[in-house]
């Protein structure tokens, strides 16, 4: 079977799926908060002191998201925040070779090979960063 | 007839394939007709998105959604798919900020994606949305899909699992 693959950077993908996941954890955060709570979106753009447009925006990935705007809403929200980095974990990369829960029937030869960046040591031999 | 699998050997259509986190599953599948992939392919890389200092580039939107629709993330009605009227043709589309994905659903959670373009021109240009709409269904009517072709009636749970 043929596939295809979108074709970007690995660091632009890690970026825009990073962006992507802080965004669903605030979507998340703010309709169990506001299901919880009985408020709106509007109460909670009120409470934050934007404009509800703007907050929607925000959160539906029409406006950029700042580290302010999200310790923001996590204070709205009354939420801890919690970032960590952590090294990746190459076994369980491994396993997607292997089609879990696919909703047809698939050979696990029809899946591609998930493209897995194993370069982190070398990708720092190239580059300086100058502090202070 | 043929099977969507079967479809893929002929070259009518491609299976969308994204890589996973580590902790994601195949839960939804998505194929797509070359006019899909060479848009992905030829057109994707130099459009710019259309909101005032945005971040992510479409690519990256795009990536992001295929990453969600395929490992099963939920997905929210109406800003992340929507069913195009009328109800009964069984058109949707796919969204992220700046794109939009026309096809159908040949059944929960298997999505054949005929067309995408930006929201921007789709907004602009009067009547692309009806039709890319009635594209989708004449490409499905030419397609040798077996049937059932495709999920009728337009409710959201018939087509995403969330």
Known sequence: MTSFQIDIDPRKRKRGRFINKVRKELQKAVAETLEQQGATQADLARLLGVNRSVLSRRLNGSANLTLSSIADLAWALDRDLNFSLSQPDYENHDRHNQVLGSPIDIKSDDVAEPQVSREGGSRFQSYHVAVG | ?162
């Open chain 2, 1 to 162: 007839m043929a099977t969507l699998q079967e479809l893929c050997v002929s070259g009518d259509l491609v299976r969308i394939d994204v890589p996973l986190d580590a902790d994601q599953n195949v839960e939804r599948l998505i194929f797509a007709f070359p006019k899909f992939t060479e848009w992905v392919q030829n057109v994707l890389p130099d459009i710019q998105t259309s909101i005032l200092g945005l971040e992510e580039h479409p690519d990256q939107q795009l990536d992001a959604f295929l990453n969600d629709f395929i490992s099963g993330e939920a997905l929210s009605r109406r800003q992340r798919f929507r069913r195009l009227s009328p109800a009964d043709r069984g058109i949707w589309e796919l969204k992220t900020a700046d794109i939009r994905i026309f096809g159908w659903f040949v059944r929960r959670d298997v999505f054949v994606a005929t067309a995408a373009d930006e929201k921007k021109r789709l907004r602009d240009i009067n009547g692309l949305y009806g039709g890319y709409r009635d594209e989708a269904v004449r490409m499905r009517d030419s397609l040798d899909l077996d049937p059932p072709k495709y999920v009728e009636g337009g409710d959201y749970d018939d087509v995403v699992s969330n």
